[in-house]
């Protein structure tokens, strides 16, 4: 596994502060596959200097010639498919077909999307006497996780450098490879020196130091609530803008008179893609009283299917901590009718494809993000206690709608307190706004909308 031993600071590869580095391991076996530089706060001080720099000159840059370099850099992206692929993989532990489908595929087709939105997107509008100006918000702080490593970089840096603006990427520490690759990919595209920047280090360290530092205008952070809170924190010391992509525990509601096989079957899948590590999974499960224990039949015989075509979780942490919540879930009452806390493997971060039945709004893995492969089933009364069970947590990030017909479905999606509803079985656009409401984040990615998040306005009157 190939893995530069300094930072992409202001166009070239430069050693790093100091001496400390981070382990990169294989979460399927366990095994070193290399090492990356810890960055320090002069790091982040170097790359944000370096954003400053370039800032005027990429802000003035037509928007015609920002849309040619995202449009580079979908082709560099897309020349090497298959080493992304190969890379979060390694790193992630995500079977390599998923890899390929999703994480190497996804980015490319969303950096496709900004370089025709830079193309042609309207910067100004005349509205009355004035002239209304978009311009880009200044240097971005993006703070990227580990569940989509590639997916979430390019989903703020690709609208940044659409706007305008200059960006200095810390990314998660368990998946740093495919940030160096995508810094490659970024040199390839020809983005002049010191308009993307990399720094690779510890979230307390060169994260903090990248949410607070004064010369970032724009903190982009997708994560957990709880450092979410941290960074809006820090942040808003400075008033200084943030968008955060935070935690979900979104409700996947089966209506009377949907398709249950269906329904059960896409549910326990969304649940158990990337292992179970995607905010947005379709975490509950409710069913009518009178479908309920059809539907868990049909859940834990979807689940045992799984088996070995889930990877494992990201890392020893991650998987004692959904250990933990399905011991929890037990111990408060639920039934397990698949899984449980036994390793699959005897090497490796597994997680067996887990289903928790009899499950209470008030239960704890009811209310907290597991961010493993377990589904949990709730039953409800009727409509209105199905919305009360769906809206009953911090969190409104997604979550799906299943009935006879889509208008039944829709009405019931729009009642819902989430930033985003799928109806029987929509597919997901990666050009719709993605981002939560409530504790589930500030803001919105992709499409327009995440354009939107990296301009300010400013009107010329005349």
Known sequence: MKAHDGMYLDGAWRPAAGADTIEVVNPADEQVIGRVPAGDASDIDAAVRAARA??????????????????????ALAAREDEIAETVTAELGSPLPFSRSV????????????????????????TGNSTVLLEPVGVVGAITPWNYPLHQIVAKVAPALAAGCTVVLKPAEDTPLVAQLFAETVHEAGVPAGVFNLVTGRGPVAGQAL??????????FTGSTAVGRRIGALAGAAVKRVALELGGKSANVILPGADLARAVNVGVANVMSNSGQTCSAWTRMLVHRDEYEQAVTLAATAAAKYGDRIGPVVNATQRARVRGYIDKGVAEGARLVAGGTDSPHPRGYFVSPTVLADVTPDMTVAQEEIFGPVLTMLRYEDEEDALRIANGTVYGLSGAVWAADDAAAAAFARRM????????????????????HKQSGVGRELGTHGLAEFLQTKSLQF
Do not use: C, K, M
């Open 54 to 75: 370039a800032l005027p000159g990429w802000a003035a840059t037509p928007p015609a010639e920002r849309a040619a370099r995202l449009a580079a850099l979908r082709d």
């Open 103 to 126: 994480h190497a595929a996804l980015p490319i087709a969303v950096a496709g999307s900004y370089a025709e939105l830079a193309a042609t997107h309207a910067f100004e509008e005349r």
């Open 417 to 436: 307190e989430t930033g985003q509803v799928d109806i029987n079985g929509g597919r997901f656009n990666p050009l719709a706004p993605f981002g939560g």
């Open 211 to 220: 949410a607070e530092h004064p010369g970032v205008d724009l903190v982009s």
